[in-house]
């Protein structure tokens, strides 16, 4: 943010009665390193007389004959993270655009709600990720949200991400491109029912698994508070999940060991009155084997998670109502319903496929416009390519990130990495998804492993403390970074000796 408030500086100095050309303000305001940084920027510029002002909208301007070819990525996610780990530095000059700077490891961010895993245990800086971001010149990271496309002058709009009462006021800039790669990922489905983005949290970000804690815990010690009537406690200790996919099971099943192993321990007060309700208007974990469904429907119930079939009408401060007019109060409400396009994806002038999402060929590109490719959840394959659209999973994001990485390392180094010169390159074979499985823990040391590679299809299927080894023995080595690792090692030693942490920091 610091280089926005420069930035914003300079911009205040385009418009004073006093004339100053660009190298003295730079020399009077900054010192000689910032020059170097703004030389890579492109600026408008409106002559008057001897002086030329700086224009208020800065960006990065089309690349030059003899600098590197830049490919400009949307989003931090899976898709993007995976994309840019894979990107070669000597072809590219790589620029990230995300509201976020770091990689979110999804799969275990359920336990940070409950003290299992801290939040640093799930998330890995892009910088890390790709070290030329913070090293080579030409190369950036810029905490912003892409507002439009021009994909006639393959210009990216951007703006920057503010925050609380005393930051500047939004930057706007540009950002031309060579190659551009959208993995803006999705947003959670809300089906239009009023009162959820008020009242429920959703569970896809760190700060989403902050603010669960943060609430959880302040509920257990407002319960304990002298004068709280019985009714007010239990609606206050009881925790509802909305939507009985792997997200909502496993967080279902972190809850109730969180409550079995610590509360009962430490809020003895309460310990009777915290209650778990999982609701699903079908059957939970529909993509899983029908063994491992109605084994993990008897293990939820087993350990205290109430399970109830329904479809939520309204949500209101203190209770949602259910399809049969069912009333149920809550203390906290998280929802986990699956996702769908973001308004900026849907916003788009881009093709679409079925559902919404932007629209792909069997190479990843969009079709109809150059140099512009789609990865992740934002994306699916166009009807003409007689695919079916993929799951929104980790493994899909990861795998395309990996195959347009190697794609477009191959195009760079057969010349085509400049803008508008790919038109007739073959670009070899397309990309195919091969799934590998599923797992879900549903907590008493218990997990589901499902390695059918279709829901049709036959293939080994475990339930039990041999998948939950497994189901934590893959994780562990699929984290993003041996930093990660360990520290996720160290917190699962950590909770297993002294118990989860309840500090509510």
Same mark, same amino acid.
């Given at each position: ?119 640093? !245990? ?18 950036? $990271? ?9 994909? %006639? ?21 540009? =950002? ?47 319960? %304990? ?26 967080? !279902? ?18 310990? %009777? ?14 993509? $899983? ?19 109830? @079939? ?66 992740? %959840? ?43 010169? =790919? ?30 590679? !279709? ?22 080595? @699929? ?23 309840? !500090? @509510?920091?």
């Amino acid at each position: 943010m610091s280089v926005f408030r420069n930035l914003s500086r300079i911009s205040q100095y385009s418009y004073s009665s006093k004339p100053h050309t660009l190298n003295t303000i730079v020399t009077n305001r900054f010192h000689a390193p910032l020059s170097t940084f703004l030389s890579h920027f492109a600026t408008a510029t409106a002559t008057n007389t001897h002086t030329d002002y700086l224009a208020p909208h800065v960006g990065l301007g089309p690349t030059k004959a003899h600098e590197k070819s830049r490919v400009v990525v949307l989003g931090t996610g899976w898709a993007g993270s995976r994309l840019m780990k894979g990107l070669d530095p000597n072809i590219y000059d790589i620029v990230c655009v995300s509201p976020r700077n770091h990689m979110v490891f999804t799969p275990l961010l359920a336990s940070t709600c409950v003290g299992t895993l801290e939040f640093r !245990s799930v998330a890995e800086p892009i910088a890390r990720i790709q070290p030329a971001i913070s090293r080579e010149p030409g190369s950036y $990271f810029f905490l912003a949200n892409c507002t439009s496309i021009d994909t %006639d002058h393959h210009v990216v709009h951007c703006e920057t991400v503010t925050e609380g009462e005393e930051t500047l006021d939004p930057w706007k800039f540009t =950002i031309s491109y060579d190659k551009l790669v959208i993995a803006l990922g999705a947003q959670p489905t809300t089906f239009g029912i009023h009162g959820v983005y008020e009242h429920a949290i959703f569970l896809r970000e760190v700060y989403h698994a902050q603010e669960i804690r943060r609430k959880l815990l302040l509920n257990l010690m407002l319960s %304990d508070v002298p004068g709280i009537g019985k009714e007010e406690k239990q609606r206050l200790l009881h925790c509802v999940v909305v939507g009985g996919g792997p997200t909502g099971v496993e967080f !279902s099943g972190e809850l109730s060991d969180f409550i079995m192993r610590d509360v009962r321990q430490r809020y003895a007060h309460v310990k %009777d009155y915290i209650h778990v309700t999982l609701i699903e208007a079908n059957e939970i974990l529909s993509s $899983f084997d029908d063994r491992l469904r109605r084994y993990a429907t008897k293990q939820l119930t087993k350990s205290g998670v109430r399970l109830v @079939r329904g479809i939520v009408k309204d949500v209101q401060e203190k209770k949602i109502i259910l399809n049969d007019g069912t009333e149920v109060p809550y203390g906290l409400l998280v929802w986990s319903t699956g996702v769908g396009p973001s308004p900026i994806v849907r916003s788009l002038d881009l093709p679409k496929s079925p559902g919404g999402r932007i629209g792909i060929d069997e190479w990843l590109r969009v079709p109809s416009v150059q140099d512009v490719f789609a990865i992740g %959840d934002c994306s699916g394959f166009v009807e003409s390519t007689g695919r079916p659209v993929l799951p929104a999973l980790a493994q899909v994001a990861e795998r395309q990130g990996k195959y347009l990485a190697a794609l477009l390392n191959k195009i760079g180094r057969a010349n085509g990495s400049r803008a508008n010169s =790919i038109k007739d390159m073959d670009f070899g074979d397309p990309f195919v998804y091969k799934h590998l499985g599923s797992m879900a823990t549903i907590g008493s040391y218990k997990a589901l492993v499902d390695l059918r590679q !279709s829901k049709e299809a036959k293939g080994l299927s475990l339930a039990g403390f041999l998948s939950w080894f497994v189901w934590r023995s893959a994780y562990l080595t @699929r984290v993003v970074s041996w930093r990660n690792r360990f520290y996720v090692a160290i917190n699962w030693a950590t909770t297993f000796v002294f118990g989860r942490d309840i !500090s @509510r920091i």
